[in-house]
């Protein structure tokens, strides 16, 4: 009699090869993986050409945005001065150059469907650019599909044609670069957003940081710092030479006084609450607590050292706080991975305290969320979920309580769930899960 143990083994049925399958392309296991970003941004090419053709414009801060500069070209430098129809310049100057350029490019911002033309081509430019910053995290291909099916991101840019897509071009590209080591032009094109637009400064501890750690020299970290600040001297030149307090006042106030009518974020606490400046206050408070437990438990963990240990030697005997054998140890672990992380978690630290955030401030969101609640740890069926609801909240108007306490509450469960699930990526003794997760993608 033959042996069972012997006999040939049935294939598996067919329903659970095609389960295998999309799971192994899904999860980077498959050839036909690389395949995914690729035509979802094809995909995507093809929806920006009918949500052109078929929604119409919407005009908020178009407008706005001609009117102060034509007031500029002529001849007008205080920032105090220049006015739109929706409100005053708040922009530093970078934003004025870009959104000059557009208005000579649309006959002075008559021609309304070639700037929509010309921000599809920058949607799709930092789609691409998202795409390249999460295949260098070794994210998972199931990711890749919430990047491109955002309503509200879609209307940002080809609908509205807000200045925040410049900033969000430059931050991306930021990371890009950074990933790749490359901190000089990282470094550039992280301070070229941010003179586009000051809510790049929510990134600003975690861009420092990683230039630090990641640049293999104290004096090298203090070059690039210095050059930050010079680019963004020269970017205001015109206006700084003339009106310095005015337009420092104006392109990077700190004090702005927000209108409760737009929020989207706080209106589940009420006018009163809202307005008040103890409110103002205990959201500073929280914002600097919470980035300062980011700082000293997990971003400074490849140092090796605590911030106590890394200040003293600055502060007391004016040396480096690390040698250069500690620096190269600690370089190589900021990895491309380690560095989205951070920058990521730093902005959405930023966003979850942040006194008002508006529709257009979901430029700063949409991208980063499938990126950290993986990193959170989230079942991949979470993460759809997750996303799910943060897109609803986002795309009520005007927000609701309701919808308002959905996008702190998913806010809020991303930064913990971050600071929970991600800490390997900054535990040098605990890389082995990220190369384990690596080695199963290949």
């Known amino acids: 009699m033959a042996d069972p143990s012997s006999r040939p083994k049935s ?7 095609a389960l295998g399958f999309a799971l192994d392309v899904a999860n980077g296991r498959h050839a036909l993986s690389k395949l995914i970003p690729p035509a979802l941004f094809l995909a995507d090419a093809l929806l920006c050409g009918l949500i052109i053709w078929k929604v119409p ?4 801060d178009w407008t706005a945005y001609m009117e102060q500069v034509s007031q500029i070209l002529s001849g007008e430098r205080n920032y105090t001065k220049i006015r739109g129809g929706t409100g005053p310049l708040v922009y530093p100057a970078a934003h004025v150059y870009i959104y000059t350029g557009l208005y000579h490019l649309t006959d002075e911002g008559k021609n309304i469907l070639l700037a929509q033309k010309l921000f599809v081509g920058l949607y799709m430019a930092t789609l691409a650019v998202v795409m390249g910053c999460y295949w260098q995290a070794k994210a998972p291909p199931y990711l890749f599909p919430l990047l491109i099916l955002s309503k509200r991101l879609h209307s940002i840019f080809v609908l509205r044609c807000f200045n925040d897509c410049f900033a969000i071009l430059f931050l991306w590209l930021a990371i890009f670069f950074l990933q790749r080591r490359n901190w000089q032009v990282g470094a550039l094109l992280y301070t ?15 861009v420092g940081l990683i230039l ?8 090298t970290t203090l070059q690039l710092v210095a050059t930050m600040g010079l680019v963004q001297i020269l970017i205001g030149v015109p206006f700084l030479a003339h009106y310095p307090t005015e337009y420092l006042s104006r392109a990077f106030e700190l004090s702005r006084q927000f209108f409760f009518k737009w929020t989207v974020n ?3 606490i009420g006018e009163e609450t809202f307005l008040s400046k103890g409110f103002a206050l205990t959201l500073l408070a929280l914002h600097v607590l919470v980035l300062g437990i980011f700082v000293t438990t997990r971003w400074i963990k490849p140092a090796r050292k605590s911030l106590v240990q890394l ?26 991975r380690y560095i989205m992380t ?3 978690s730093a902005n959405a630290v930023g966003l979850l305290f942040a006194r008002s955030l508006h529709y257009q401030f979901y430029a700063y969101v949409a991208w980063s969320t499938p990126f950290l609640f993986w990193r959170a740890g989230l079942h991949p069926v979470l993460v759809y979920l997750m996303w799910a609801v943060q897109e609803w909240a986002w795309n009520v108007f005007p927000s609701t309580p309701a919808s308002s306490a959905v996008v702190v509450g998913v806010l809020g469960v991303t930064v913990a769930g971050v600071w ?6 900054w535990e040098p003794g605990m890389k082995s899960s990220s190369k384990k997760e690596e080695a199963a993608m290949r």
Request: hydrophobic content about 45%; aromatic content about 8%.
């Open 11 to 17: 294939n598996p049925p067919l329903y659970e090869q």
């Open 342 to 344: 951070t920058i990521l």
């Open 212 to 219: 630090f750690l990641g640049s293999g020299s104290f004096v």
């Open 266 to 268: 706080w209106r589940f």
């Open 192 to 206: 070229l957003g941010l003179g586009v637009k000051m809510t790049l400064l929510l990134s600003l501890p975690a």
């Open 311 to 336: 200040i003293s030697p600055v502060l007391l005997a004016g040396k480096p706080p690390l040698t250069g054998p500690e620096h190269r140890a600690a370089a190589r672990d900021v990895t491309p």
């Open 57 to 60: 414009y919407t005009e908020i």
């Open 420 to 425: 929970l699930g991600a800490r390997e990526e």
